[in-house]
């Protein structure tokens, strides 16, 4: 009995090691849950009183390990797009061009600056304003008429025209332009940039209204296209008869280009898509697609009208007189006329009156209030910071940088007097760098843009796979690549922009007149992922620089030919890709009809040998 009794103590001391380790390892600690729960307050009757929690208090490591993961994956983001860029010019810069970076710690600095102004400028895009246009876009059509409604949507286009970061590298070019070379196109810029950005702007209005309506009506893209386009390219075919206004195509086609950046695309794609849903018209694969590709055509037709007016109000010898009287006349410029103020004021005047506008819309006609609106001006002050901040990284940072390397580029081939030794190359092979460098810095710039990324995920889901993310991010790449390469091209041998755009969207009609809706829908949107932030203030800055290098006499088009370049790779991509999947398909299905005759055979022998 006495062993019997052992073996059972014996047995309960045995068991596995990792269950061991695990319980010995394990802090547990016991707490009554009289201790969490606060002291109960009584009243004079006895009665509890309502618990009033206190202000939570964090310590500094606490904050940080909330905040850091949050902010780590959109800093990853805005580096992935600068950082890269950046390396790839300073090393070809001082490798192949042979030439040290000048201001290097300037330009450091000024591209830190761009980095963490993205960063805040498009958290604050996401946190206040996007919420504010998707509230407003489910709410105004119940309680407005379309009319009422298509005029916000106008006004709206105007609004975040303003906001873009782009249209200030746009206005900043206004001083490298030679007014006795392009009178008009220094005009333009300059005495005449206020009126252009506003009919730029009323140009992705008109956009955003052909959106909606396309949105609720389910319109085909391809009619629209015609009909923009059209009247468009015949325009630039009576310009380029003409001396002068010849030389603000390059211009007027590169507005296209930037009006389709972070604030454009998602606060109009926000109201529009938020006025579909709410009419029940929403829930299509294709919602979304398409306003993108109006809103960079109609600013082309729109700055081709007010160059229009210009020819035929103001000869080119009164605009060289008064930018030569203005010269002249020149002062030392008001402190908000000076860098950083300057840039400053830009970034509240891009936000602020949108905002104010946003506000009118929820207050006065729609009668309602705000909600969340902590999180909402928290949003919207990251925005006016980040714009802030963006753009003093932009004067110092990449456009100082771009319009470094784009006029030692021509240094390669030819002359310069800033590059000591040259030309250091061959002519041919000094060309082929050029041009091998611009077609580089394309396909870079675009493969880090995250919008493809998440653009190729979307056409990838609604393709059910048949249009792989990958391929239409490389064929969006090379698009880019070729398309900056003939821009480059088109300033180095200094050809005239027509000759490359009218072939090129001669083409794009074509191949759209033979695709299907879906990849019409998503090729011509695919040219607005590739104007982003950074990529058109640095090609921008390239570009005019390189036009100075070798005395063309404007530096615009390149991002022009950036947007049609992807447009025609995802096309021809897109029919390709039909043909293999038809190709594929008929192979399946001769195969079936091949194969049915031997089955019935066989069904007939096995059922007479079953008799």
Request: proline share 5%; charged share 10%.
């Given at each position: 009995?006495?062993g019997?009794?052992?073996?059972?103590?014996?047995?309960?001391?045995?068991?596995?090691?990792?269950g061991?380790?695990?319980?010995?390892?394990?802090?547990?600690?016991?707490?009554?849950y009289?201790?969490l729960?606060?002291t109960?307050?009584l009243?004079?009757?006895g009665?509890?009183?309502?618990?009033?929690?206190?202000?939570?208090?964090?310590?500094?490591?606490?904050?940080?390990?909330?905040?850091?993961?949050?902010?780590?994956?959109?800093?990853?983001?805005?580096?992935?797009a600068?950082?890269?860029l950046?390396?790839?010019?300073?090393?070809f810069?001082?490798?192949?061009?042979?030439?040290?970076?000048?201001?290097?710690?300037?330009?450091?600095?000024?591209?830190?600056?761009?980095?963490?102004?993205?960063?805040?400028?498009?958290?604050?895009?996401?946190?206040?304003?996007?919420?504010?246009?998707?509230?407003?876009?489910?709410?105004?059509?119940?309680?407005?008429s379309?009319?009422?409604v298509?005029?916000?949507?106008?006004?709206?286009?105007?609004?975040?025209?303003?906001?873009?970061?782009?249209?200030?590298?746009?206005q900043?070019a206004?001083s490298?332009?030679?007014?006795?070379q392009?009178?008009?196109?220094?005009?333009?810029?300059?005495?005449?940039?206020?009126?252009?950005?506003?009919?730029v702007?009323?140009?992705?209005?008109?956009?955003?209204?052909?959106?909606t309506i396309?949105?609720?009506k389910?319109?085909s893209?391809?009619?629209?296209?015609y009909?923009?386009?059209?009247?468009?390219?015949?325009?630039?075919?009576?310009?380029?008869?003409?001396?002068?206004?010849?030389?603000?195509?390059?211009l007027?086609?590169?507005?296209?280009?930037?009006t389709?950046?972070p604030?454009?695309v998602?606060?109009?794609?926000?109201?529009g898509?938020?006025?579909?849903?709410?009419?029940?018209?929403?829930?299509?694969?294709?919602?979304?697609?398409?306003?993108?590709t109006?809103?960079?055509?109609?600013p082309?037709?729109a700055?081709?009208?007010?160059?229009?007016?210009l020819a035929?109000?103001t000869?080119?010898?009164?605009?060289?007189?008064?930018a030569?009287?203005?010269?002249?006349?020149?002062?030392?410029?008001?402190?908000?006329?000076?860098?950083?103020?300057?840039?400053?004021?830009?970034?509240?005047?891009?936000?602020?009156?949108?905002?104010?506008?946003?506000?009118?819309?929820l207050?006065v006609?729609?009668?309602?209030?705000?909600?969340?609106?902590?999180n909402?001006?928290?949003?919207?002050?990251?925005?006016v910071?980040?714009?802030?901040v963006?753009?003093?990284?932009?004067?110092?940072?990449?456009?100082?940088?771009?319009g470094?390397?784009?006029?030692?580029?021509?240094?390669?081939?030819?002359?310069?007097?800033?590059v000591?030794g040259?030309?250091?190359?061959?002519?041919?092979?000094?060309?082929?760098?050029a041009?091998?460098?611009?077609?580089?810095?394309?396909?870079?710039?675009?493969?880090a843009?995250?919008?493809?990324?998440?653009?190729?995920?979307?056409?990838?889901?609604?393709?059910?796979?048949?249009?792989r993310?990958?391929?239409?991010?490389?064929?969006?790449?090379?698009?880019?690549?070729?398309?900056?390469?003939?821009g480059?091209?088109?300033?180095?041998?200094?050809?005239?922009v027509?000759?490359?755009?009218?072939?090129?969207?001669?083409?794009?009609v074509?191949?759209?007149?033979?695709?299907?809706?879906?990849?019409?829908?998503?090729?011509?949107?695919?040219?607005?992922?590739?104007?982003?932030?950074v990529?058109?203030p640095?090609?921008?800055?390239?570009g005019?620089?390189?036009?100075n290098?070798v005395?063309?006499?404007?530096?615009?088009?390149i991002?022009?030919?950036?947007?049609?370049?992807?447009?025609?790779a995802?096309?021809?991509?897109?029919?390709?890709?039909?043909?293999?999947?038809?190709r594929r398909?008929d192979?399946?299905?001769?195969?079936?009809?091949a194969?049915?005759?031997?089955?019935?055979?066989?069904?007939?022998?096995?059922?007479?040998?079953a008799?």
């Amino acid at each position: 009995m006495a062993g019997d009794d052992t073996r059972p103590a014996a047995r309960e001391r045995q068991f596995r090691l990792g269950g061991y380790l695990r319980e010995v390892g394990m802090r547990q600690v016991s707490l009554s849950y009289n201790d969490l729960a606060p002291t109960p307050r009584l009243d004079a009757d006895g009665q509890p009183l309502p618990h009033e929690p206190g202000r939570l208090r964090l310590r500094g490591l606490d904050v940080y390990r909330l905040v850091a993961p949050y902010v780590q994956v959109r800093l990853v983001e805005q580096l992935r797009a600068v950082i890269p860029l950046a390396v790839y010019l300073v090393l070809f810069q001082v490798f192949v061009l042979q030439q040290p970076v000048q201001d290097a710690m300037v330009i450091v600095v000024g591209l830190a600056a761009v980095i963490f102004g993205l960063l805040f400028f498009m958290e604050g895009l996401s946190v206040g304003l996007m919420p504010f246009a998707e509230t407003l876009g489910r709410k105004l059509p119940a309680k407005s008429s379309l009319p009422v409604v298509l005029l916000i949507a106008c006004t709206l286009g105007v609004g975040v025209t303003f906001a873009e970061p782009a249209i200030g590298a746009l206005q900043a070019a206004g001083s490298m332009v030679d007014v006795e070379q392009a009178p008009y196109l220094h005009a333009l810029l300059t005495t005449y940039s206020l009126r252009l950005v506003l009919l730029v702007g009323l140009g992705v209005g008109v956009a955003a209204v052909l959106g909606t309506i396309r949105f609720l009506k389910g319109w085909s893209l391809k009619p629209l296209i015609y009909a923009v386009l059209g009247p468009t390219l015949l325009l630039t075919l009576v310009f380029a008869s003409h001396e002068q206004l010849q030389k603000i195509l390059g211009l007027a086609w590169d507005c296209g280009a930037v009006t389709t950046g972070p604030v454009t695309v998602p606060l109009v794609l926000s109201l529009g898509i938020g006025i579909a849903q709410s009419a029940g018209k929403g829930g299509g694969s294709l919602s979304g697609f398409g306003v993108v590709t109006l809103a960079s055509l109609f600013p082309v037709l729109a700055v081709q009208g007010l160059a229009i007016h210009l020819a035929l109000t103001t000869s080119p010898d009164v605009i060289i007189e008064a930018a030569r009287a203005a010269g002249a006349a020149a002062t030392t410029p008001a402190w908000h006329e000076q860098t950083p103020w300057v840039e400053v004021v830009l970034g509240v005047r891009a936000i602020v009156p949108l905002v104010l506008f946003l506000l009118f819309v929820l207050f006065v006609v729609l009668r309602d209030r705000l909600r969340e609106p902590l999180n909402i001006a928290f949003g919207i002050f990251l925005c006016v910071l980040g714009m802030c901040v963006f753009n003093i990284g932009l004067t110092h940072g990449l456009a100082k940088l771009g319009g470094q390397s784009g006029s030692l580029v021509p240094g390669s081939f030819t002359e310069v007097a800033s590059v000591e030794g040259s030309p250091l190359y061959a002519v041919v092979f000094g060309l082929l760098i050029a041009i091998g460098f611009a077609w580089v810095l394309g396909v870079g710039a675009t493969l880090a843009e995250p919008a493809l990324n998440a653009l190729g995920q979307t056409v990838e889901n609604l393709t059910s796979g048949a249009f792989r993310k990958t391929t239409l991010m490389r064929a969006v790449a090379l698009g880019v690549g070729c398309g900056i390469a003939a821009g480059v091209a088109k300033i180095i041998f200094d050809l005239p922009v027509w000759w490359l755009l009218v072939p090129a969207y001669g083409l794009a009609v074509l191949l759209t007149a033979l695709s299907t809706e879906e990849f019409v829908n998503i090729a011509w949107d695919s040219a607005g992922v590739t104007t982003g932030p950074v990529t058109v203030p640095l090609v921008l800055a390239m570009g005019l620089g390189l036009g100075n290098a070798v005395n063309a006499v404007e530096g615009f088009g390149i991002l022009s030919m950036a947007s049609i370049g992807p447009i025609l790779a995802v096309l021809a991509t897109g029919l390709w890709t039909q043909y293999r999947v038809k190709r594929r398909h008929d192979r399946t299905q001769a195969s079936a009809q091949a194969d049915a005759p031997s089955v019935s055979t066989t069904a007939i022998v096995s059922s007479g040998e079953a008799e």
